[in-house]
């Protein structure tokens, strides 16, 4: 089976009736770096760097950075690598860091609150992807952004950045910049923000967790509170929909994307890119080569009219795109 998937690898990830999606890879180590291509990725979707925390002692400087940005950037040959700033907080403790302990961290001081709350730490993470931008094609995303206030500050501290690199002498790159939509007021506040973006991301771990209000890490709750909901369904369509409207690319980097179940439904919904799990890569492409787009929008427009979690699981085993 195995081997059957392995010719999809080089494979354009187009429909039969001729829909092209771009399908990247989620990445949350240094070695998976090297693999996505292997896998017939098109890029990196997500590049979660709390991984460089997490095995760290202390806080990789600048340099340290810079350097590692950059040889992921040369493994991908020219290939797209989103970086997503450090998401810390929330179920991604950092031991060394010392965070304030919170009565309830997912709701806390996380993704781009803590950024904001420790602007030194962004500073030179977006000094060094800005000068790894030199070697190839950079995004970078902004994690847990919900207002344009927050999103304002972050672009005020990419320009300090830019400023201090200038003065510093060291050159650097354009990168294009992006959000994870992890919660239902990013989707509200989405307008107002999408002048400021050229991409968004939906994160449909952290979405679902605060649209449901379920706690993403407890077992207990994922099978009845899934990101299957109608609620997540809608939400993720209305982010498509302000997207198509500002014309800004939408990619999905949750969970969700892995499963090549789930594929006609997400592409039929109007996403440009899906970011998914290296193992899961090719199985989700075969899913999207093997289908055609009409029918996976037609499938869409039946899963949106549920309102049951049962019937949606239903629909989704049970359709036949190809
Ligand atoms: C998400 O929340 O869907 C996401 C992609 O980010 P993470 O799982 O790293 O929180
Ligand atoms: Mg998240």
Same mark, same amino acid.
């Given at each position: 089976?195995?081997?059957?998937?392995?010719?999809?690898?080089? /494979?354009?990830?187009?429909?039969?009736? $001729?829909?092209?999606?771009?399908?990247?890879?989620?990445?949350?180590?240094?070695?998976?770096?090297?693999?996505?291509?292997?896998?017939?990725?098109?890029?990196? $979707?997500?590049?979660?760097?709390?991984?460089?925390?997490? @095995?760290?002692?202390?806080?990789?400087? &600048?340099?340290?950075?810079?350097?590692?940005?950059?040889?992921?950037?040369?493994?991908?040959?020219?290939?797209?690598?989103? =970086?997503?700033?450090?998401?810390?907080? #929330?179920?991604?403790?950092?031991?060394? !860091?010392?965070?304030?302990?919170?009565? @309830?961290?997912?709701?806390?001081?996380?993704?781009?609150?803590?950024?904001?709350?420790?602007?030194?730490?962004?500073?030179?993470?977006?000094?060094? =992807?800005?000068?790894?931008?030199?070697?190839?094609?950079?995004?970078?995303?902004?994690?847990?952004?919900?207002?344009?206030? &927050?999103?304002?500050?972050?672009?005020?501290?990419?320009?300090?950045?830019?400023?201090?690199?200038?003065?510093? &002498?060291?050159?650097? $790159?354009?990168?294009?910049?992006?959000?994870?939509?992890?919660?239902? #007021?990013?989707?509200?506040?989405?307008?107002?923000?999408?002048?400021?973006?050229?991409?968004?991301?939906?994160?449909?771990?952290?979405?679902?967790?605060?649209? !449901?209000?379920?706690?993403?890490?407890?077992?207990?709750?994922?099978?009845?509170?899934?990101?299957?909901?109608?609620?997540?369904?809608?939400?993720?369509?209305?982010?498509?929909?302000?997207?198509?409207?500002?014309?800004? /690319?939408?990619?999905?980097?949750?969970?969700?994307?892995?499963?090549?179940?789930? !594929?006609?439904?997400? =592409? $039929?919904?109007? !996403?440009?890119?899906?970011?998914?799990?290296?193992?899961?890569?090719?199985?989700?492409?075969?899913?999207?080569?093997?289908?055609?787009?009409?029918?996976?929008?037609?499938?869409?427009?039946?899963?949106?009219?549920?309102?049951?979690?049962?019937?949606?699981?239903?629909?989704?085993?049970?359709?036949?795109?190809?």
């Amino acid at each position: 089976r195995r081997q059957a998937l392995t010719a999809y690898k080089d /494979k354009p990830s187009i429909t039969q009736d $001729g829909h092209s999606i771009t399908l990247l890879a989620n990445v949350g180590n240094l070695s998976e770096v090297s693999h996505v291509t292997d896998v017939g990725a098109q890029g990196i $979707g997500l590049f979660r760097t709390e991984f460089l925390l997490m @095995n760290a002692k202390a806080l990789p400087n &600048e340099q340290q950075q810079y350097k590692l940005y950059s040889d992921a950037l040369h493994s991908l040959q020219g290939q797209v690598l989103s =970086v997503r700033t450090f998401d810390i907080g #929330a179920d991604k403790e950092i031991p060394y !860091l010392q965070q304030s302990a919170e009565d @309830n961290p997912a709701l806390g001081i996380r993704g781009i609150r803590y950024s904001l709350a420790h602007p030194d730490t962004f500073i030179n993470q977006v000094k060094a =992807v800005l000068r790894a931008a030199i070697h190839g094609q950079v995004r970078l995303m902004f994690p847990m952004v919900s207002q344009i206030e &927050e999103l304002e500050s972050a672009m005020a501290l990419i320009d300090h950045a830019k400023a201090q690199l200038i003065e510093q &002498e060291k050159s650097f $790159g354009e990168l294009s910049y992006g959000i994870v939509v992890e919660t239902p #007021a990013a989707v509200f506040n989405l307008p107002s923000m999408l002048p400021l973006l050229d991409f968004v991301s939906i994160g449909t771990n952290d979405l679902t967790q605060y649209t !449901l209000a379920a706690d993403r890490t407890n077992p207990h709750l994922a099978k009845q509170y899934p990101a299957l909901s109608p609620a997540v369904i809608e939400l993720i369509s209305m982010t498509i929909a302000h997207c198509k409207q500002a014309k800004v /690319k939408v990619s999905l980097c949750g969970e969700l994307g892995s499963d090549p179940q789930v !594929l006609p439904l997400l =592409v $039929g919904l109007g !996403l440009d890119e899906i970011s998914i799990n290296p193992t899961s890569l090719l199985e989700v492409k075969a899913a999207l080569i093997n289908g055609r787009y009409q029918d996976f929008v037609t499938h869409a427009q039946n899963v949106k009219r549920l309102t049951r979690i049962d019937e949606i699981r239903t629909a989704i085993n049970t359709v036949n795109c190809n």
